[in-house]
């Protein structure tokens, strides 16, 4: 194989080492290594030169619709969502490209047994939140679900081996999200062996291009489907396909729509709605000055009270608009398994390297409102994001518990 063209494309980015092994690969190797290479967007590499702290931001508390006014026009919002869904207006997407690793488990981590006496996976209480939408409604809703190169195979077998949860196989589709290279600090890429580029998720804002790259929107531009919900595979109790957030997300004329919480402490390690310059934002916990954390409204509630749960609302047509635009690229310091000169496979314990993350949060950032949707913490929210501790598998299965799952 011809790799001339290759090598020379390289050279421009100063990434000639991603072929210094050629001469002792197999033709498939070479093949699988020069396929792996054309598939990148070296402007990746920009971000590594991007000054940091140039842009002046005004960041401002958000106001939120709160569980009291939600129940106040329950019923408006309810029968408004309702009979979205009925219309095919809804669509939804699980965010399940994760391992389950934290949690001392090599699969999936939707493939996750949260039961005591019995098998009760994290997927199959998702499928069981979304199944009770579907009997209301009294319809079948589209389902997208975003794996990784890593656990696409586990996921599918999974799915198909509890058959499908009850749910429709025909109206669940799985795909592959897209993968960024990762790098050393000095923006080398790292490899994990000769013929194989170190790569890695391109983070949880690259769902729409993942989905586009995978040939899943033609189908939806041309349905009648006008909003996608997209929620994270770690929330055991996620409101999936809720009515009233939909109806309330529509009824407000705001483009788009996040489920939050209140904070349980000022420190607590949420991401927090904002106003960033007049826009929706999402503000990481330690991004927030000592001062932002602590602030109080007039009734006494933390100013920057509202965490998000990683469900949102988002309109089809708008993002549409945002195919062609290049999400910002994050730069996230990591542990990056690497091979050294001797091709020996190193695990670091210390982050060694970059990774290249694109994020949600800049997607809200891209709507030009956003109704912030209070729901309750014991009720929608039980993150299963530790082995123990905090946000653990202790904490959900109570959680799971006190909403009247036997476990």
């Not at 054309?38 to 702290?53: A, E, H, I, R, T």
């Not at 009291?68 to 490209?97: P, V, W």
């Not at 939408?133 to 999974?158: C, G, P």
Request: net charge negative; proline share 4%.
């Amino acid at each position: 194989m011809n790799t001339k063209k290759i090598l020379d494309t390289l050279k421009l980015y100063k990434q000639e080492h991603l072929l210094q092994y050629e001469e002792s690969l197999t033709e498939a190797e070479i093949k699988n290594l020069c396929t792996q290479i054309n598939n990148v967007d070296w402007n990746f590499l920009d971000s590594l030169n991007k000054p940091k702290g140039a842009n002046k931001s005004i960041i401002q508390p958000i106001d939120a619709l709160s569980i009291k006014d939600i129940r106040r026009f329950e019923d408006t919002y309810r029968s408004t969502g309702l009979n979205a869904i009925k219309e095919g207006k809804l669509c939804l997407l699980l965010l399940a490209g994760g391992q389950g690793t934290r949690l001392g488990h090599d699969k999936p981590k939707g493939c996750f047994n949260m039961g005591i006496t019995k098998e009760m996976s994290i997927f199959s209480l998702l499928m069981e939140n979304t199944l009770k939408v579907v009997k209301e409604a009294d319809t079948w809703i589209h389902l997208y679900i975003m794996t990784s190169d890593i656990n696409y195979d586990d996921t599918t077998s999974f799915f198909e081996e509890h058959n499908y949860f009850g749910y429709n196989p025909e109206y669940i589709h799985f795909f592959v999200q897209e993968l960024n290279p990762s790098t050393d600090l000095n923006g080398k890429v790292l490899m994990v062996s000769p013929c194989s580029l170190s790569l890695s998720p391109n983070g949880n804002g690259g769902w729409f291009s993942s989905m586009n790259k995978a040939g899943l929107l033609t189908e939806i531009f041309n349905s009648p489907i006008e909003w996608i919900n997209v929620y994270a595979v770690d929330n055991v109790l996620q409101g999936i396909a809720d009515p009233l957030f939909l109806g309330a997300t529509i009824e407000s004329g705001k483009m788009c729509g996040s489920k939050v919480v209140r904070k349980a402490f000022p420190e607590e390690k949420v991401g927090a709605i904002c106003k960033e310059n007049g826009k929706p934002h999402i503000i990481e916990y330690y991004e927030l000055s000592a001062d932002m954390r602590y602030q109080k409204n007039e009734d006494g509630s933390l100013a920057y009270g509202f965490g998000v749960t990683l469900n949102y609302l988002f309109p089809i047509s708008r993002l549409k608009e945002t195919l062609d635009y290049k999400m910002p690229l994050h730069v996230v310091k990591k542990v990056v398994p690497y091979i050294d000169e001797n091709k020996n496979l190193i695990n670091p314990t210390e982050p060694n390297g970059f990774k290249f993350e694109t994020l949600a949060l800049d997607l809200i950032h891209e709507m030009d409102d956003c109704l912030v949707f209070e729901v309750e913490r014991e009720k929608e929210f039980a993150p299963v994001k530790n082995k123990s501790g905090v946000d653990s598998i202790d904490t959900a299965r109570e959680l799971l518990k006190k909403n009247g799952y036997e476990l």
